[in-house]
Each structure stands twice: as C-alpha cells, then as structure tokens.
C-alpha cells in the first residue's frame, strides 16, 4: 500500500492499521497519525506539571497501596488535574495558550512513570522487609534500589513498544482510555472544567475529613492552633455500642479514602470484601476464642497477646486470605496460557528488532527510542540492582543476575497480559518468583524477598509504561520525547516517595500489631509467602493449616469458575481477591468499600451519565485530598520537625 501524505496534511485515525500487513504498519503510522513533530510535546511547562503532579500522585498511590494494597491508575486524574489546572493559569493571566494534546500526553506520561514506578515496590516488597526484619532499609540503599528498579522497568519497555504497539497492535486498553479521555478534555473544555471543578472540591473535602479524623489535638496545640484542637475526633470512635463485638474488630467504617476506593472497583469486589469480612471477624474471630486457638498462637510465638483482640483475628486471617490469593492469582494466570505463548513466540522477531537498525532512511529510527538506550539502561540498572542485593543483603551477585534476566522474561509474560486484557499479573508475577527463589534459596527470607521485588517489580513497571505509551501512539506522538518524560518522572517520583516513606512507616509497628495505622495487605501476603517458605509449614498452627487448604481451594475454584461461566453468571459470583483481601484487612475497611461501591451504584440508577462523569474525579478527589493531608499530618507529627 502507497501513501503520499505528510504528517503534518494527513486526516488523523482515519486507517485501521490491524488491517495493514505488520511490515507495513510502522510506515503507515508514520504517514497517517504521526504529529510530534508539528505541535509542541516535550516541553518545560509540561514536564514541570507532570513532575509536580507525579510527585503529589506518587504519594497518594504510596497512601493508598498501604492502606489497600493496590495501586489505583493515576494518568487519567493528572490529565483532568493538569488541564483544569493550566485553564484556570489561561483565566488569570499566569499562562498565555492552552497546552497542546500532545504536551497533556506528556505531562500524563511523566506523572505517571512517578507513580507507577516508584510506589509499587514500596507497598509490597519493601514493606514486607520491614515485617519480617523488624527495621528499615538505610535511606541510601532505599533511594538507589528504588531509582535502579524503576529506571528497569522503562528501560525493558523499549524493545516490547515497538513489538507489541507499533507491529502487534496489542490493546493496552487502559491506554486507549487515557487517549480517549485527552481527546474529549480537548473537545469539549466545558465538560473538562467541570470534571476539574468536582476533582478540587473533593480533594478539599476529603482533606477536611483527613483532619477530622487523622488530626491530634495535642499536635495542634503544640503548633498553636489550640481553637482547631477542638475539631478533631477522638481516636476512638464507632464501636457498636459495648457489646464486645469490638474487641474482634466489629466496628464501623469511618474512612472516606476507601469509601471512594470502593466506588472506583465497584460492587462485586466490594461485595465479596464485606462477605469475608463478616466471615473472618463475625464468625471466625469467636470461634477462635471459643476454641483456645489465641492462646496456642501466642505459646507458639505467632502472636504477642493470648486475648481476642482484632489483630491477632487478622493474624490467623491473614494465612487463609494470602493462600486464597496467591491460589487466584497463579490460577488466573494459568487461564492466560495463551499470552504467554505468544509472548515467548514474539521474543525471537524482538530480539531481532534490538539488534539489528530498521530500514535505510527509515524516518521511525528517528523518532523511536534508540536500542542503545534499552542497553545502556538495562545494563547500569541491572548492575545496580546487582551489586545492592549482594552489599546489603549478602545475596550472591550470579542470582542478582539470575532476578534480573528473570525479570526480562516474565515483563515479556505481564506486558503481554496487560496488552490483552488490561490485567497485569503483578501478584502472580510476585508469587512466581517467591516460589522459585523458595526452592533455589531456601531458608532465606530476606532474599526471597529482595530477588523477587526485582523480577515483579520491574516486570508491573514495564507493563504500566507501555500503557502510557499506547496512549501516546494513538495519538500520534514522538515516543523518544515520551520515554523521556518517563525517565524524568522516576526521579520525580523517588525524590519524593523514598524520604515519606521513613516518614509515613518509621517502624514495623506502623504496619502491624492491633495500633497499626496501616493494614500494608499487599506486605502482608508477600511477607507471609517468604516465612512460609524460610520456615515450613510445621511452624503454623493448625487451624492456619486448614483455613490455607480452604482459601487455596477457593481461590482455585473461584478463579476457574469465573473463567468458564457465562457473564449472566459470572457477575453473581464472588471474587476470590476480594474475599482474600478481606481476610487481610480490618473489618471497617471491608465495609467502607461495600459503602463506596453502593453509593456509586444508586448514583448510576439516578444519574447514569452524571455518574459516568462524575464517579472518578469526585472519588480520586477524596482519595487523593485525604492522602496528601494524612503525610502532612504524619509529616509534623515527626519528632525532627517539632
């Protein structure tokens, strides 16, 4: 097929480039939807946004996955924030013209790689480091491993775009959604303004109910504030009346940050979460009392107290959800057989692209990201990688190695899956690599953990950028300038993630125990996997033993079930991560998602389309208001700064 036009005259998303022979497509995208080089991309004011939005973003997924343990999508906020932000500059003077589609593009790539990147080994890996040694990585260590981990996944990414974008034409449907929602922002500034307006004010709403809730009178006080101390609850609050049921856990949810993350996943996830909930601490937790198991806990050393308290329920819970989980997660990637197959076929026409230059002239070298890049990226990161595991950890430098040429492998497996499906497999990826280190490395906790933060780590950070970079293909972009962007919101995102951390979780009890501010569910099933595997099963009581082979079973058998039924079916039945994570959290969490979940329902049956316009900004709002005051609550509580 010839074609004669410009980028600059052509009619853009006019071909459908599936029906283009894959030789060919590259020079058709070129011809028919390339315009990064007629509109500005990579510019200051962009980066400078996307920079300033990813460190803020990238600090509300760090709260968020502590809390939750998932990491909720932050492109789509940044761009209405970012738009919404620079029409208001427009309106009073600070910005004279409307930052272009492709420079929103930008500004979203950047915010993203900050919080993609950077925050989701914190919540996992890290975390459950903290749980299992009882003390923080030095600060040092931590900011290199987290920059050397993130600067991975972009680098990986390189030789999959071209693959799975530019030859494969692979979905990445969250990324045809970010291009989508550019387009209608830029089509209809109106609508746009008032998703920005209805994001503002909820940010603020749930920055009061942060203070509400998180604020301490005496801190308040203390700064000089004491008229405000007044206006800050107690700690204690909600509990059924004194009918004892709180000392299982029974009381009543009070946090707006996971009522809005329940709107966001929807009923059946929420709904599954509240069932497990109810099942665990309602029906589970006076059993356990009736029966003794607390005090056989707390002989055995799995437990500091031998009371009923809702800790220790979460203690015993916490084995039955993580096998439940892990058992969803690998079962659900089996049922993703095909993916892997064809990812494993496509590794020979990639590694074929690496190593050879495209076509004389060929206009896409130009503009691609070079594969000296991906060389150099991957080899002063991976080296990085290397030399701290065995530095801090004492890991033997060939299986440092070893994590890294595994996490290439399995980026292949998870870059795919999100490409077709839009799930990233970042649990599977994670339990995967636990279990094979567990045989390899045996008894050792700490390197089961540390090897396979890299190969999950790396691997979920890929799959997310090329998501970004999808977005940015659609609608016709200069992917160098893209990665570039990328590249710059990993040091934003570290600049800033790393020194919250020590902040937000200065110690283990932060996460653990009955007082802990944060549920870290994600640690929580990672850590349990790497004690199980250093310590065997014999260590585990024995009613842990038969909840793991139930929450296995159901985890299975869940999993399968959703895959096979039909959807008439498939929507009544449970979800087998929502049921795990419940068994991971605290009660109120549960039921602060099913709250979340139904108030968004009954907003749909009233408003379907207010709600389809309405329903995420208002919630990321919340979300993102009480996460940026609940750090700066923790920030002056800090003993340095007071």
Known sequence: MESHLTPASAPKGTIDLTTIPEDDRERVWYENYYQGDTQPQLTARAVVMGMFLGGVMSLSNLYVGLKTGWGLGVAITACILSYAIWTSFLKIGLAKTQ??????????????????????????????????????????????????????GVSIAVPMKRQMINREQLKFPSGIAAAETLKSLHAAGDEAVQKGKALFVALGVGAVIAWLLNGQAALMTKLGFPVLAKYVLPAEYGVFGKTGAEKFGIVLPGDPLLIAAGAIVGMRTSLSMAAGGVILYAIMGPWLEANGVFTEMHALGAIKTAAATPGNVKAWGLWTGSAMMVTAGLTAFAFQWRSIVRAFAGLGAMVKGVGTAGKAGDPMDAIEVPNSWFAMGTLVSGAGCVFLMQ??????????????????????????????????????????????????????????????????????SAADLLTDLKSGYLLGANPRKQFIAQALGIIAGTLVVVPVWYILVPNAETITGDNAKFAAPAAAVWAAVSKLLANGIGSLHPTILVGMGVGAAAGIGLTIAENLAP????????????????????????????IGAALALLYKKINEKGAEMFIVPISSGIIAGESILGILIALLQAKEWL
């Not at 049921?579 to 099913?594: K, R």
Request: a neutral charge; one cysteine or more; proline letters at 3%.
């Open 99 to 152: 930052m272009s589609i492709l420079e929103n593009n930008c500004m979203q790539s950047t915010a993203s790689s900050a919080g993609y990147s950077t925050g989701g080994t914190m919540v996992s890996c890290i975390a459950a480091y903290l749980i299992i040694t009882g003390e923080n990585i030095p600060f040092g260590v931590l900011f290199a491993w987290t920059a050397f981990l993130a600067l991975l």
């Open 391 to 460: 530095y801090q950890w004492g890991i033997q430098w060939y299986w440092g190695i070893i994590s890294v040429a595994f996490a290439f492998v399995l980026s292949l497996v998870a870059c795919r899956a999100t490409g077709e499906t839009d799930i990233t497999p970042i649990g599977a990826m994670g339990k995967v690599t636990q279990l094979f280190y567990g045989v390899t490395i045996p008894q050792n906790a700490t390197a089961n953990l540390m090897t396979a933060g890299v190969t999950a780590g790396a691997a979920g």
């Open 567 to 594: 959807a008439n079916i498939k929507k009544w039945l449970p979800s087998a991560t929502g049921l795990g994570l419940a068994f991971v959290i605290m009660f109120p969490d549960s039921m602060a998602f099913l």
